[in-house]
């Protein structure tokens, strides 16, 4: 079975420009699941979906960031303007119900914000 | 906020020793969990264990849960070179099922 993907792998862009980091879960999950991870602050939810619907965005840093799940099948984070401070690994991960489930992980967005 | 945090932060070992990492964690839980990170891939789950549960196994991996202590091990046995990767626990919120992830244990197992 295919696990979760997420595009692109790699993402170099200038401050100011807006990125797009897109997740497609695997098949079935009901849950969906943003993280972003730093050196410093390691791994941090940003958001997460229960059948498409956000559920809690309070990981979420800024005005800057918005999540997107149009469909059980494609989520977006998008963040616009993008600045130095948010480079990073994205990762989306989704979950097959929600409580004593564990969380598939895609291979991440490394984001470079120069 | 970090819930869960592990101890050490790095371990080297040789192949064929046993590696111990720890993970505590501040408030009350339903569930711990641990996953391994190979460099610049995804987290993959390993094992979950319910604060019901005190023991729970799986192939070449054992983990404790001490809720008294709010503390667990993971238990590496016979270690590989591949068994070389990030470890991480993961403990939801008691009140609710959303995870926070530990900094990780850098485990290196030397051929």
């Known amino acids: 079975d295919a696990g979760v993907i997420q595009s692109p792998r790699h993402e170099v862009t200038e401050m100011g420009q807006e990125v797009t980091l897109r997740c497609k879960p695997i098949s079935g999950h009901d849950y969906l699941f943003w993280y972003r991870q730093t050196m410093m602050r390691g791994l941090e939810l940003l958001i997460y979906f229960n059948n498409n619907v956000p559920i809690d965005d309070s990981g979420m840093p800024e005005d800057r960031f918005s999540a997107k799940m149009p469909n059980a099948s494609f989520s977006t984070l998008k963040i616009q303007p993008s600045e130095p401070r948010d480079s990073a690994v994205y990762f989306c991960?989704?979950?097959?119900?929600?409580?004593?489930?564990?969380?598939?992980f895609g291979d991440g967005t490394r984001l470079s914000i120069l | 906020s970090q819930q869960g945090e592990e101890d050490p932060q790095a371990l080297s070992i040789q192949e064929g020793e046993n590696a111990t990492m720890n993970c505590s964690y501040k408030t009350s839980i339903n569930n711990l969990q641990w996953y391994r990170q190979n460099s610049g891939r995804g987290l993959v789950h390993l094992i979950l264990i319910r604060s019901n549960e005190r023991e729970k196994h799986s192939g070449r991996l054992r983990v404790t849960l001490d809720t008294s202590k709010k503390s667990s091990s993971l238990l590496i046995t016979a270690s590989r070179a591949a068994d070389t990767a990030s470890y991480f626990c993961a403990t939801d919120g008691g009140s609710n099922y959303k995870l926070t992830f530990g900094k990780g244990t850098l485990l290196t197992v030397n051929p």
């Open positions: 991960a989704s979950s097959l119900g929600w409580g004593y489930q564990p969380q598939h």
